[in-house]
């Protein structure tokens, strides 16, 4: 769930529906959530001073206990008014190309091309519940590139607690219109520190855990620490994906 999703790509803008409420209406936690939201929000969604490109392998364990590996090219490219990320999958028979686009005061829009190449076919649009499909076959979601979760309007503090040996806030986030095969709340450990995510769990409209996050490493890249490698499981079909950015130093 992921650095500038961590490092790469993963902008994010609070829905115009978050701030539709007066703080009147809502509990001090509630507010808070929402303040939190917005600050890890405002620094994901910092436009990048260059274009990048990086590369990431995808390592997919299904239920079964078999192994694939997806090789995805990450491409992040900014204007005057925007950025956007696009994910591109190189070989395998999973291919597919995502673009994620980052605009001031809207949220993100998704574009989804599952006929290559992209040029001579017209992209799926994806919205809300729509991104909770899985890209090219992998446990990650389209709405996982895009932490999706801190785009709706519920969000509160539950607790302070540490987790992994850091101290965290623990942010629950609700959607307000949950499908039934999707996330309807997402609980994420933010590091008081450096506001990135220790650990996420995400749950199904019956409350039952549906998946979990987990940052594994990290890497200083010019004097910055970037997510390196991640692995999303689903506990509910037993597979797992492994994410891994080959992150390098930049002239």
Same mark, same amino acid.
């Given at each position: 769930?992921?650095?500038? #999703?961590? @490092?790469?790509? &993963?902008?994010l803008l609070i829905a115009a529906g978050a701030v539709a409420a007066t703080t009147n209406e809502l509990s001090d936690t509630e507010i808070q959530g929402r303040q939190l939201a917005r600050q890890i929000c405002e620094r994901l969604e910092q436009q990048p001073a260059e274009n990048l490109t990086n590369t990431v392998v995808l390592t997919i364990r299904d239920g079964r206990g078999r192994h694939s590996e997806v090789s995805v090219l990450v491409q992040t490219t900014a204007d005057a008014t925007r950025w956007s990320t696009t994910y591109e999958t190189t070989?395998?028979?999973n291919q597919a190309v995502l673009v994620v686009i980052h605009e001031a005061n809207r949220q993100n829009q998704y574009?989804?091309?599952?006929?290559?190449p992209p040029? #001579?076919? @017209?992209?799926? &649009?994806?919205?809300?519940?729509?991104?909770?499909?899985?890209?090219?076959?992998?446990?990650?979601?389209?709405?996982?590139?895009?932490?999706?979760?801190?785009?709706?309007?519920?969000q509160k503090i539950l607790k302070h607690e540490m987790r992994r040996g850091r101290a965290c806030q623990v942010l629950e986030s609700t959607n307000p219109n949950p499908s039934p095969n999707g996330y309807a709340r997402v609980v994420s450990w933010i590091d008081n520190e450096t506001l990135g995510i220790v650990?996420?769990?995400?749950y199904d409209a019956k409350g039952n855990l549906?998946?979990?996050?987990?940052?594994?490493?990290?890497?200083?890249?010019?004097?910055?620490?970037?997510?390196?490698?991640?692995?999303?499981?689903?506990?509910?079909?037993?597979?797992?994906t492994r994410l891994e950015f080959n992150l390098k130093q930049r002239d």
């Open positions: 769930m992921i650095g500038r #999703l961590a @490092s790469v790509a &993963l902008g070989a395998g028979s574009q989804l091309y599952n006929s290559l040029a #001579l076919h @017209s992209p799926e &649009l994806l919205i809300g519940n729509e991104t909770m499909i899985p890209f090219a076959g992998s446990d990650f979601w389209v709405a996982d590139l895009g932490l999706e979760f801190f785009h709706w309007p519920a650990q996420a769990e995400a549906l998946k979990e996050f987990y940052p594994k490493s990290f890497k200083k890249v010019n004097g910055q620490w970037e997510l390196q490698e991640m692995e999303i499981r689903n506990d509910q079909t037993g597979s797992r």
